[in-house]
């Protein structure tokens, strides 16, 4: 027989999305269980980017993939606090021309700077956003004067951080104990396999510690990942348009070479993005860690091979763009969803332009040389020599990566093309919601968490006021 739980509300997932959705619950007075598929851990049970977090934090061990020409290798957290504890927290709000094509296109009710600007100021009360104190290590000001060098502007880009501190102001800093405090429970471990409405309650069929488990709740919010969350859905029969639209932020990534120390140890972590370009692409900087080197210049060995003498002088670099269009779809008898991803031509032409100026800022920021994190691709040791480089993309050599995942269950009035209404209810869901990155209806170009948080507060105040309704 499965255990069983009755609470009030049940949030599917702890990351930023089912976080912030789970406190405001719980100070709401309404008895809240947050389900974690992954372990608690503190922040700190390991260090950040390192092998171990990896394969502790991460899902797959950081090893998922959606299939492609090129496919992409994406990321995800799998603990308490989700992504927000493995990433670096890079902040920013929506764009308002972002926000205004999400409002046209898909038809979103009050989703206007003016009108998402109290839910970004509540969260960013809660966990702090600060600038970098002080000049950026060299390794980030690299890119800024290789930018400014070329009259592209560059900004240093603000992070959930406490540099006071030094912590991260991840979900298991914020969020999650203001959950607790509250009242709230967090259930680790615990993965829900489907969700069905019943006695006009929603119940969940999970199992922990290999002990099937049933909860129902008067309110469910499903937040568990833009891939887990239209997976669940599916997987219950809830499928209109859902997992048809997942998009990434695809990266290219290059890595320079410079005479003098840029990379030194107990920096902070780099900052500088050059956003001139956006939304057709972006250009910043990646932790350079002799194992994330070793890891972008896998099919590059002439570069790969100074890591061991020279990592102090080599930065790892990134451009981006919103290119790749997903599915998410369920396979009996096999875990995790299959994601397949198709391109546009004209946006893959947009990223590698973008990894062109990506080499030239950094040979006008001074380096010695530059590999593009691409198989087959040489060494560079002059920006004249970036004119030698394919005229295209080589696609079946490709490396894409990507640590933003989201879209897969837009909202929106338009029910053509969109999963939830604006604030987040399943279509036919009677009562059911999302609260995570899924909702988004398309790339935001810069670093989504702040999008992702204030959405989620947004939506869960609508749906306390509506007790869920």
Request: aromatic share 6%; proline share 6%.
């Amino acid at each position: 027989m499965a255990d069983r739980l009755r609470v009030d509300v049940a949030v599917l997932g702890s990351g930023p999305g089912g976080s912030v959705t789970a406190a405001l619950c719980a100070e709401a007075g309404f008895q809240t269980l947050l389900l974690e598929e992954g372990p608690d851990l503190p922040l700190d049970a390991c260090r950040h980017f390192s092998g171990e977090e990896i394969v502790r934090k991460y899902r797959n061990r950081g090893l998922s993939l959606a299939f492609g020409k090129p496919s992409i290798s994406y990321m995800e957290g799998c603990c308490v606090g989700g992504g927000s504890e493995v990433n670096r927290g890079l902040y920013h709000r929506t764009p308002a021309y972002v926000l205004d094509r999400w409002a046209r296109e898909y038809q979103v009710d009050a989703l206007t700077p003016d009108a998402l600007a109290p839910h970004f100021d509540a969260c960013e009360a809660r966990a702090r956003v600060a600038g970098l104190p002080g000049r950026a290590p060299p390794l980030s000001q690299r890119l800024g004067d290789g930018g400014a060098a070329l009259g592209w502007d560059s900004m240093q880009a603000p992070r959930l951080f406490d540099y006071a501190s030094g912590r991260k102001q991840s979900m298991s800093e914020t969020f999650i104990p203001q959950f607790r405090r509250a009242g709230g429970e967090v259930m680790a471990g615990t993965r829900a396999l489907r969700i069905a409405r019943a006695n006009r309650r929603w119940r969940v069929s999970a199992v922990r510690d290999g002990r099937a488990l049933e909860i129902e709740a008067d309110g469910l919010f499903v937040a568990c990942g833009a891939v887990q969350t239209p997976a669940l859905l599916r997987r219950s029969g809830i499928r209109h348009n859902v997992g048809n639209s997942l998009r990434f932020h695809p990266m290219l990534k290059a890595v320079a070479l410079f005479s003098d120390a840029v990379n030194r140890p107990g920096d902070p972590d780099p900052v500088h993005q050059i956003k001139a370009f956006e939304p057709r692409f972006g250009i910043g900087c990646s932790i350079s860690s002799p194992a994330l080197l070793a890891l972008a210049l896998a099919g590059n060995p002439a570069m790969r091979a100074h890591i061991a003498q020279a990592s102090d002088r080599m930065g790892l670099y990134y451009v981006q763009n919103g290119s790749g269009h997903a599915r998410v779809r369920c396979l009996p008898g096999v875990r995790d969803p299959i994601v397949s991803v198709a391109h546009e031509s004209n946006e893959l032409e947009a990223l590698y332009d973008g990894l062109r100026h990506l080499l030239s800022a950094l040979f006008a920021a001074g380096a010695e040389a530059v590999q593009p994190c691409l198989p087959g691709l040489p060494m560079l040791r002059s920006a004249a020599e970036i004119d030698a480089l394919p005229a295209s993309l080589p696609r079946k050599s490709a490396s894409l990566s990507s640590v933003h995942v989201f879209a897969s269950c837009p909202m929106g009035g338009n029910q053509r093309i969109t999963a939830t209404d604006s604030w987040g209810r399943v279509h036919g869901g009677d009562g059911l919601r999302i609260a995570d990155a899924s909702l988004m209806c398309g790339p935001t170009i810069a670093n989504p968490q702040g999008s992702v948080m204030a959405i989620a507060h947004r939506n869960a105040l609508h749906a306390i006021e509506r007790r869920f309704a």
